[in-house]
């Protein structure tokens, strides 16, 4: 399983960005998604996953409300819409996929993206 995050870029404050993580590999179907992202000089923090079926979601509280993720199962792709852009949400993104259920755990995900970056101008 191969994951390819895209989508990043340089945005101003209350902006809004849209990521894309591609799953490649016949496992997409039976896969869980997460995204985490990690600021310099910070850990690794979980933002949100879905369920290989898209019926489940999480979302961490820093970006419940602003951000919302989405499957493609077409394109074997996951989506993460950000919207209202904070200084403060500037890091690097990166996707995560682990088969079957999905978690806030870093630990459970097997599959990692090489990450994205998302910058947001004050």
């Known amino acids: 399983v191969q994951l390819q995050a895209s989508g990043g870029g340089l945005v101003q404050a209350g902006g809004s960005l849209r990521l894309s993580c591609k799953v490649s590999?016949?496992?997409?179907?039976?896969?869980?998604v997460a995204w985490f992202r990690q600021a310099p000089g910070k850990e690794l923090e979980f933002l949100t996953t879905i369920s290989y079926s898209g019926a489940l979601t999480e979302y961490a509280d820093s970006v419940k409300g602003r951000f919302t993720v989405s499957r493609d199962s077409a394109r074997n792709s996951v989506h993460l819409q950000m919207n209202s852009l904070k200084p403060e949400d500037t890091a690097l993104y990166s996707c995560?996929?682990?088969?079957?259920?999905?978690?806030?755990?870093?630990?459970?995900?097997?599959?990692w993206g090489q990450g994205t970056q998302v910058t947001v101008s004050s």
């Open positions: 590999g016949r496992t997409f179907s039976r896969a869980a």
């Open positions: 995560a996929a682990r088969l079957y259920g999905i978690s806030r755990n870093v630990n459970e995900y097997q599959y």
